[in-house]
């Protein structure tokens, strides 16, 4: 990690680095020791869900024997806690805080104390029920927990050099390897949620021990060798009780082990175990050289951004396994969409772009990032959106059992707390995201103002980025060094209009998978300008998407516009646009912060008396008539800030 030393400087992300070392982790470090006094909630209607309190912490101490009791929370209510010590490392690396990083070791010391003396850590399992180690793989999340506690000592050992960190990591890991394998002996099979793959191939990444590697390979090529494996392990379990309720009637496609990796075609299942999968094949793919595991990844990111992603970047079609459905199935106000899948989709994108610089990849990253993700967070830092609707209506999430995951504000924390963490964790680390260092080529991905040092052939190469992106598609690249190397753009798919200028003289640049290749011997002081006009506009679905059809969106950018209530009434379903009519842009400050609006003309339907205490009526007998009103949009990011109300992305057309 950490190649290369870049230091964001834009306004519009400096403030979510700030927010999350500031108010995010000690908000989040108050919840998982129960001393936050807010309301935890049920993502949905499920009354196996625990939502009294967090007890992550409290959970190691009872493991540790510290502290007596029982465990509390969900099976996997350890990841809580790691994923909330890896977001803390990358803000130690953004900015150092001695506080901080004390209450993060002092973590380190406890898990320490926790972990057993053959390597296994879980506290579950160790409090509750050791004799149903890796017994019911399929619900247990036994490998998953340990994937995101490997991940979180990666990322802190490369910051802070921490050696008790990675050494708990390394002795789990081992541990690991110990149990499962296709030698005689160990289980043959794998976690019901994979997590392990890619956090083993990022261990092996940091201590190059071929063990970690070789063992991710054997659970990504053994998935699904054996579609029944989960049912026939199940019986080496000594008790009946599930470790979560509800799981049992889960077909092979929710845990991806209906086929072998290389034959899945199409997106099935739990949509988080599908990019974390994805990611793990697609980080495999290129530390093995596997051409046939790259062809696989690509099939699998093809249906998934041509068929079966939301205009926003999300991603799970049903609350039922917050999963996949089929092609073109996008409903707007049933939708799961949840924060971690799309984060996991900004995983994937991200390995995919390490094999093979491509901007379609970098498109997703970015769509997802500026819509669903940070839509996952309120802008207090301290309220989470689990799900992330692309419709709300209050009254019918409150009433209709079947929207019961659809919330109509963020909640302070959830039962099922994966969410909240692993944003923290993500942009924490988004300057790992903004470039792709390949050979002699530095691919701009991310346009996001920085100043950067990067390192290719033997030489430090310094470039400072400004630009007001996403509002503005300005982006200056000054480089700093006297070097040879190439630089390549980033032309984002939404982008119609736009121009290279180098030193003041504009150019055609060469143009490979999407990225305009800038190939000079460079001076001290040379400028490169890729200015993008970036303007408000109409965009339609596939008509197949049925749910769409009729009907547009309004993106800016990278960014999708919504309507909401609080600024265009209820009853957003009666409103159309005519495309034809301009789109206006102003630039406004209030309590959404400082944000590009939209506003323009349309019509909205009047309810006449006639209607009353009537539902249906002769069309003959219909007489509508409109109002015309001024349509008021803003980012889909800033939405359910301001209260409870309505709130649409998809408005019907003439």
Request: net charge negative; aromatic share 12%; hydrophobic share 35%.
């Amino acid at each position: 990690m950490f190649e290369n030393k870049i230091k964001i400087t834009a306004p519009f992300w400096q403030q979510y680095i700030n927010l999350i070392r500031e108010e995010m982790l000690p908000f989040q470090w108050s919840v998982l020791n129960d001393e936050a006094d807010i309301k935890i909630e049920k993502e949905r209607d499920a009354d196996h869900i625990p939502a009294e309190k967090s007890h992550a912490i409290e959970n190691f101490k009872i493991a540790a024997g510290i502290s007596k009791g029982k465990h509390y929370g969900m099976v996997f209510q350890d990841s809580d806690v790691y994923k909330w010590l890896e977001a803390v490392a990358y803000a130690l690396h953004q900015h150092q805080d001695d506080d901080l990083q004390k209450i993060a070791d002092g973590v380190i010391d406890l898990l320490a104390k926790a972990q057993q003396s053959d390597g296994y850590l879980n506290t579950y399992f160790t409090i509750e029920a050791p004799e149903r180690r890796y017994k019911r793989l399929y619900q247990s999340h036994e490998l998953y927990c340990a994937g995101h506690f490997i991940e979180a000592a990666v990322g802190y050992y490369s910051v802070t050099k921490n050696q008790k960190i990675l050494d708990i990591a390394c002795k789990l890991a081992d541990h690991i390897d110990d149990v499962f394998g296709s030698e005689d002996g160990k289980i043959h099979g794998y976690d019901g949620h994979e997590e392990i793959e890619l956090a083993l191939l990022r261990l092996f990444e940091l201590t190059k021990n071929d063990k970690y590697k070789n063992l991710a390979n054997f659970f990504l090529y053994e998935r699904g060798k054996n579609p029944n494996f989960f049912k026939e392990q199940q019986k080496t379990d000594p008790s009946t009780k599930p470790v979560i309720e509800g799981m049992e009637s889960f077909k092979p496609e929710y845990y991806q082990n209906h086929k072998s990796i290389l034959e899945q075609e199409t997106a099935e299942g739990h949509a988080v175990r599908v990019m974390y999968m994805c990611t793990g094949m697609a980080m495999l793919a290129r530390l093995n050289n596997d051409e046939k595991m790259f062809e696989a990844c690509k099939r699998l990111w093809k249906n998934i951004v041509t068929k079966r992603m939301y205009i926003t970047g999300g991603i799970g079609s049903t609350v039922i396994g917050e999963a996949f459905t089929a092609d073109y199935d996008l409903p707007n106000d049933t939708m799961y969409c949840e924060t971690c899948a799309s984060i996991g989709l900004i995983f994937f994108a991200n390995n995919m772009l390490k094999l093979d610089v491509d901007s379609q990849y970098a498109d997703i990253m970015e769509k997802a990032l500026y819509n669903t993700v940070i839509d996952g967070m309120a802008l207090d830092g301290k309220h989470f959106f689990y799900v992330n609707p692309l419709e709300v209506v209050p009254q019918l999430s409150h009433k209709d059992p079947g929207k019961s995951h659809v919330k109509t504000v963020r909640p302070a924390w959830f039962g099922c707390a994966c969410c909240p963490p692993n944003l923290a964790r993500l942009l924490s680390s988004l300057d790992e995201y903004m470039y792709t260092v390949k050979d002699d080529v530095i691919y701009s991905n991310l346009y996001v103002s920085n100043k950067s040092d990067f390192k290719i052939n033997n030489q430090v190469i310094s470039i400072e980025e400004i630009t007001d992106y996403p509002w503005d598609g300005k982006i200056t690249f000054k480089v700093n060094s006297e070097a040879t190397f190439k630089l390549g753009l980033r032309i984002p798919s939404w982008a119609n209009r736009y121009l290279f200028k180098l030193n003041g003289k504009e150019f055609t640049p060469k143009i490979e998978k999407g990225y305009a290749i800038i190939d000079r011997t460079w001076e001290k002081g040379d400028i490169v300008i890729f200015d993008i006009q970036i303007e408000a506009n109409f965009v339609c679905a596939n008509p197949l998407v049925r749910e769409d059809y009729g009907k547009v969106a309004i993106q800016r950018g990278p960014i999708i516009y919504c309507a909401e209530g609080v600024d265009n009434g209820d009853n957003l379903h009666l409103i159309t646009i005519d495309t034809n009519k301009k789109i206006n842009e102003y630039k406004d400050s209030d309590s959404l912060g400082d944000i590009v609006k939209l506003e323009l003309e349309a019509e909205k339907l009047i309810l006449d008396k006639q209607w009353n205490n009537i539902l249906y009526r002769n069309i003959m007998e219909k007489q509508e008539n409109v109002e015309i009103i001024k349509l008021k949009l803003i980012p889909y990011f800033c939405a359910f800030n301001r209260g409870e109300n309505e709130m649409a992305i998809w408005l019907k057309t003439k």
